[in-house]
């Protein structure tokens, strides 16, 4: 077991810290208000949240410091992803931190990391800052560059709507 332990510890820290932490800008044309809304109201969050070609039917947030949250992210052909976490800072409008973890088959969930995002105003309307660390490996930060730059689109085409 002290064996298993070791390689898990190796796995949580291949790739410095700064390679295992994500930063994804985009400028959004909506006020800050409106931007941190569509991450923290449950009939917004519900309308864009998840990549492109996913929809979301089913999710629990209680937006409150402490407070947990849940979304499953369905594709056409019936495949979900489960992901969850908690709340650890809400401050209107300007900064979200929480924590997001993968739910496993078991139900068990898997790897950890922290998702920080700041909206700051901007000249065209605001400009969301997405921190999320620390990933267990590169792979791990690659793959959700990818969703959550295909999630922000999402989100930018609820915006303009």
């Given at each position: 077991?002290?064996?298993?332990?070791?390689?898990?510890?190796?796995?949580?820290?291949?790739?410095?810290?700064?390679?295992?932490?994500?930063?994804?800008?985009?400028?959004?044309?909506?006020?800050?208000?409106?931007?941190?809304s569509a991450w923290t109201d449950p009939k917004i969050l519900?309308?864009?949240?998840?990549?492109?070609?996913?929809?979301?039917?089913?999710?629990t947030m209680d937006?409150?410091?402490?407070?947990?949250?849940?979304?499953?992210?369905?594709?056409?052909?019936?495949?979900?992803?489960?992901a969850s976490g908690v709340y650890q800072?809400?401050?209107?409008?300007n900064r979200l931190v929480?924590?997001?973890?993968?739910?496993?088959p078991d139900g068990s969930r898997g790897h950890e990391t922290v998702v920080e995002l700041s909206f700051e105003p901007a000249e065209d309307g605001t400009?969301?800052?997405l921190t999320q660390r620390l990933f267990a490996n590169v792979e791990a930060r690659d793959n959700h560059r990818m969703g959550w730059?295909?999630?922000l689109s999402s989100?930018?085409?609820?915006?303009?709507?």
């Open positions: 077991m002290a064996t298993t332990e070791a390689n898990n510890a190796t796995a949580v820290r291949e790739g410095s810290e700064a390679d295992r932490t994500l930063v994804v800008e985009r400028v959004f044309k909506a006020s800050p208000e409106r931007v941190f519900v309308q864009w949240w998840g990549p492109e070609g996913l929809h979301t039917p089913e999710y937006v409150r410091e402490g407070g947990a949250w849940r979304t499953v992210m369905m594709n056409d052909k019936g495949e979900s992803h489960t800072e809400i401050a209107p409008p929480m924590t997001w973890a993968w739910e496993q400009r969301l800052t730059t295909s999630s989100l930018e085409t609820f915006l303009s709507n």
